[in-house]
C-alpha cells in the first residue's frame, strides 16, 4: 500500500510482536495518519507472559504501546475478549469436539481482525486496518482488490487471510507484504527505527494456549472421554482419553501396545466423535485424492461453474498443490492432481490462481485413495 | 492542544519549578549533621511549615511521602494494623466504595491478606456518603471498628463528600477517620484541624507541585504502622531519605494554591459551567456525572455519560482532534472497566462505558472549552455509529 495516493486514517493493529510493529511504523512513515490499537482478547490477562509467547498478556500489550510511543502515534487498548471467545475460542474447541481440526488464526482474521475491529474502525471515521501480515494486496484498475502472495514466498500469510471477502480487502492494508527482506532484515529496521521490540520472540502456534498445550487445553475444555482405538478392520488397539487429542495425520503419541502387522508406522486416518473412536492405520490410507468443503469466502467473486484448475494450500505452512475444483450447491468439491496427505475436515483450503487467493472454504470430508476409512 | 486532564496532572507552577530546581543543585541529605545536611533539613522544615499553615495543621502532623498512594496505603494498612494490634478484634473497615484505587485496592488488601472485614459504607447517586450512613455502619458494633476511610472529593465525578461531619460522628466513637483529599487540595477549602480528621492525603503533582511527592497529614496522636521501614525518618513512620527539592517545590505550590483559591474557583467554575452547557446543547442526551449543585462538585470538575457511546471512543476521536481528557475510569491491563465509582452510584453498566471526565486547571482557558463544544457534537454521533464492542 506504499503506492496509496491519498492519506488514510489507518488503524493497526499491534499484538506487541516486531511484525505488526514495523507495519504501523511503515504505514506512517507512509504518510499515513495511524493509530495502533492493541486486541485484548484474553479474558484473564491480569498474568504477565509465562512459557511460550502469547499475544494476550500485559506484557504484549505494553510492548505495542511502547512501540507506538516511539513511531509517535495514538494507542489504545480494545477489549474484544468476549467476541473472541465467542468466535474464535469457543468455536475452536466445538470443532475439535466434532473430530474436525480448526486453524483459529483464519477464524481470527475472519471474526475479529477484519471484521469486529474493522467495522468498529469504519464506524470510527478510519479507511483502513494495518496488520503485520505478510501478504499483498493488489489494487486492480477498477479500483478493486486482489489478495496475492507475499513477494517472498518463504514468509507468505496469505493462507490465513483467504477468508477475506472484497469489503474486507478494501479496508486491509499490509506493509509487510512486498518486502523481499528476511526476518532478521525486519528486525534490523526494527532495531533502526528505535522499535525495542526488535529482539522479541517470533510468535508461534495459538495465542490463546500461550503454553502451547494444546492438548493439555482441550482437555481441560472438554474433560476425559475414553475410548477406542481401532485399525482400518474394527479390531481394538488401545484406548485414549479424548478423541478430540487426535489429528488426522498424527503419528506420535498413539500409545498403541502392538505393533502393526508390516512394522510400520500407524497414522490417525480418522476421528469418530459419535462413537468416540480413533482409527488408526498405514501411511497410505492417509492418501486423498479429492475433498469437499462448505462455508466458502471468495476474494472478489465466485468462480464461474465449471471444473477449474487452482494451486491449493491445505495449511499455515503448507506446500502448495495442483487441484481442480468447481463451486457446489454447499461450496467447492475438489480434486487433487497427486495424492495429499494430512488433510483432515475443519482446516481451511486455500484456492490460488498463480499468486492470487481466490478464496477459501472448510472442509468437509475427503476421498481416500485406498478403501477403507 | 486542547488540556482538560488537570486532575489526572496539572502543569508545574512556576514558582514550584524554581523551587525544585534551586534545591537540585544544592547537596545536602536532611538527616546529616554537617552544615550541607542542616541546610538540607532547613529547606524541608520551613517547606514542612508552610505546607502545614497551606493545610490547617501542625508541622509535626505532615508526613512526606513518595506521593498520594502511599500516603494512601499507609493511612489504610498502617492504621488498620496499629489499631488491631492494640485491639485484636478491631478488624472491621468502613470505606466508601468510590475511593481512588489507591484506597480501595488497599481496602481490598487488608481484606484478603490481614483478616479485615471490610464494609462499603452506601453512596446516594452522587456517590455521597451520609453522616447518618455512617453512623449506622458504626454503630452495630463501635468495639471492633478499625478504621473509616472516605475521600474528600471524588476524582470521577467530582462528588464533594461531607468530611467534617463524618469525622465528627467518627470521632464520637473513637474511631479515626481517614481522607484522600488531593483532588480537593488546591480546589476546596481543606482545613485538616477543623476537619477532625485523624488522617489526610494530598499529593504534589495535582495542585501545580511535582511528581513523586505527597503527604500524609497525621494526627500527633496516631502511630500508624510503617509500611516502608529503614532510617526513621518522619516520627518513624516513614523512612527514606527526605526529597528536598520536591518538598521544597510541593510546599511552594500549596502556597500558591491556597493564596489563589478563591480567585481560581471562581473563575474555574464559571469556565466549568461554561463547558457543561456547551456539552449539553451539543449532545443533549449527556448524563451529567456526580452532583449537578456547584456547591456539591470540585469546581474544576465536569463528568458525562453518553449513552450508546464507548468512552475509548470518544477519547480516541477527541484526541485525534487534540482535545485531551479522560473517560475517569481506571484501566486493568489497559482495558477499560465500567467505573466502580459509577457503578457504586447505582449506574447501569453500558451507560457507565460511555463517560469523560473533563478536569479544568490553571492553564484552561475559554478557548479550550470552545474547541471542546465544536467538536464534541460529531465526535459523540460518531462513536455512538461504532457502538459498544
Known amino acids: 500500500m506504499t503506492d496509496a495516493p491519498r492519506r488514510l486514517r489507518v488503524l493497526a493493529a499491534m499484538s506487541g510482536g516486531v511484525d505488526s510493529a514495523v507495519a504501523a511504523a511503515r504505514a506512517a512513515e507512509a504518510g499515513h495518519d495511524v493509530t495502533g490499537v492493541h486486541l485484548a482478547l484474553s479474558e484473564n490477562p491480569k498474568s504477565f507472559r509465562t512459557g511460550a509467547r502469547g499475544c494476550c498478556t500485559i506484557e504484549d500489550s505494553h510492548d505495542a504501546r511502547r512501540a507506538a510511543d516511539v513511531i509517535g502515534i ?300 | 492542544m486542547v488540556y482538560l486532564d488537570h486532575a489526572a496532572t496539572t502543569p508545574m507552577l512556576p514558582e514550584a519549578v524554581q523551587a525544585m530546581t534551586a534545591q537540585l543543585a544544592v547537596t545536602g541529605n536532611a538527616s546529616s549533621l554537617h552544615a550541607a545536611g542542616r541546610r538540607a533539613r532547613r529547606t524541608v522544615e520551613e517547606a514542612r511549615e508552610s505546607l502545614a499553615a497551606s493545610l490547617g495543621a501542625r508541622p509535626s502532623e505532615v508526613v512526606f511521602t513518595a506521593g498520594g498512594t502511599e500516603a494512601d496505603n499507609l493511612a489504610v494498612k498502617g492504621l488498620y494494623w496499629a489499631r488491631r494490634d492494640a485491639e485484636p478484634s478491631r478488624t472491621r473497615v468502613l470505606a466508601s466504595p468510590v475511593e481512588h484505587h489507591a484506597v480501595l485496592d488497599a481496602v481490598e488488601w487488608l481484606a484478603e491478606h490481614e483478616g479485615a472485614r471490610v464494609e462499603w459504607l452506601p453512596v446516594d447517586a452522587y456517590g455521597r456518603v451520609h453522616p447518618d450512613a455512617l453512623r449506622e455502619a458504626i454503630t452495630t458494633d463501635p468495639s471492633d471498628v478499625a478504621l473509616v476511610t472516605v475521600m474528600w472529593a471524588n476524582n470521577e465525578i467530582g462528588t464533594v463528600q461531607p468530611v467534617a461531619e463524618l469525622a465528627s460522628v467518627a470521632r464520637e466513637f473513637d474511631i479515626p477517620m481517614h481522607s484522600d483529599a488531593v483532588q480537593a487540595f488546591g480546589q476546596l477549602e481543606v482545613d485538616f484541624a477543623a476537619s477532625g480528621l485523624a488522617a489526610m492525603t494530598v499529593s504534589g503533582h495535582k495542585i501545580g507541585g511535582p511528581y513523586g511527592i505527597g503527604a500524609l497529614l497525621l494526627g500527633r496522636e496516631y ?37 489563589h483559591r478563591e480567585e481560581f474557583v471562581r473563575e474555574i467554575g464559571a469556565l466549568r459551567d461554561e463547558l457543561i452547557t456547551a456539552v449539553r446543547a451539543a449532545a443533549p442526551d449527556a448524563v451529567l456525572g456526580g452532583d449537578p449543585d456547584p456547591a456539591g462538585r470540585l ?91
Open chain 1, 74 to 373: 495514538p494507542f489504545y487498548v480494545w477489549d474484544l475478549a468476549e467476541r473472541f471467545r465467542e468466535d474464535v475460542v469457543d468455536d475452536f474447541v466445538a470443532e475439535y469436539e466434532a473430530g474436525r481440526t480448526p486453524n483459529p488464526c483464519l477464524r481470527c482474521n475472519e471474526k475479529i481482525k477484519f471484521a469486529a475491529l474493522l467495522d468498529k474502525a469504519l464506524a470510527l471515521g478510519f479507511d483502513a486496518v494495518c496488520t503485520g501480515h505478510y501478504a499483498t494486496v493488489v489494487t486492480r484498475e477498477d479500483g478493486t482488490r486482489e489478495l496475492h502472495r507475499a513477494s517472498d514466498m518463504a514468509k507468505d500469510q496469505s493462507y490465513v487471510l483467504g477468508v477475506l471477502d472484497e469489503r474486507q480487502l478494501a479496508h486491509a492494508m499490509f506493509p509487510l507484504g512486498d518486502t523481499l527482506t528476511t526476518k532478521a532484515e525486519i528486525r534490523e529496521e526494527a532495531a533502526r527505527r528505535g522499535l525495542f521490540v526488535a529482539k522479541k520472540p517470533d510468535s508461534h502456534d495459538i495465542c490463546f494456549i500461550a503454553d502451547g498445550d494444546t492438548q493439555g487445553f482441550l482437555a481441560k475444555r472438554l474433560g476425559r472421554a475414553e475410548g477406542d482405538i481401532v485399525d482400518e478392520s474394527g479390531t481394538k488397539l488401545g484406548t485414549h482419553e479424548g478423541a478430540y487429542g487426535y489429528t488426522i495425520g498424527q503419528r506420535k503419541g498413539l500409545r498403541i501396545g502392538t505393533p502393526a502387522p508390516d512394522g510400520k508406522p500407524r497414522y490417525v486416518l480418522d476421528i469418530s466423535p459419535v462413537d468416540n473412536t480413533v482409527t488408526v492405520g498405514p501411511a497410505a490410507s492417509l492418501d486423498v485424492t479429492a475433498l469437499t468443503a462448505i462455508r466458502p469466502r471468495w476474494c472478489g467473486t465466485a468462480p464461474t461453474a465449471g471444473p477449474r484448475p487452482y494451486t491449493a494450500q491445505l495449511r499455515a505452512h503448507g506446500e502448495e498443490t495442483e487441484v481442480t475444483a468447481e463451486t457446489t450447491k454447499d461450496g467447492l468439491a475438489v480434486t487433487f492432481a497427486e495424492p495429499v496427505r494430512g488433510v483432515a475436515p475443519g482446516q481451511a483450503i486455500v484456492l490460488y490462481d498463480g499468486t492470487r487467493v481466490v478464496g477459501s472454504a472448510t472442509i468437509a470430508s475427503t476421498t481416500r485413495a485406498t478403501a477403507g476409512v
Open chain 2, 223 to 259: 502511630a500508624p504502622v510503617p509500611v516502608l521501614h529503614g532510617g526513621g525518618q518522619e516520627r518513624h513512620v516513614r523512612s527514606g531519605t527526605l526529597d528536598t527539592p520536591a518538598i521544597a517545590a510541593f510546599a511552594a505550590a500549596g502556597r500558591h494554591a491556597v493564596a
Open chain 2, 299 to 389: 469546581p474544576a470538575n465536569a463528568h458525562f455519560s453518553f449513552p450508546g457511546c464507548e468512552g475509548d471512543s470518544l477519547l480516541l476521536l477527541l484526541d485525534a482532534q487534540g482535545i485531551e481528557c479522560s473517560t475517569g475510569s481506571a484501566c486493568t491491563a489497559g482495558v477499560a472497566q465500567p467505573s466502580h465509582v459509577l457503578l457504586a452510584t447505582g449506574m447501569t453498566p453500558d451507560l457507565a462505558r460511555g463517560t469523560l471526565r473533563f478536569s479544568l486547571g490553571h492553564t484552561s482557558t475559554k478557548e479550550d472549552v470552545a474547541a471542546l463544544a465544536e467538536a464534541i457534537g460529531p465526535v459523540v454521533e460518531r462513536a455512538r455509529s461504532a457502538g459498544l464492542s
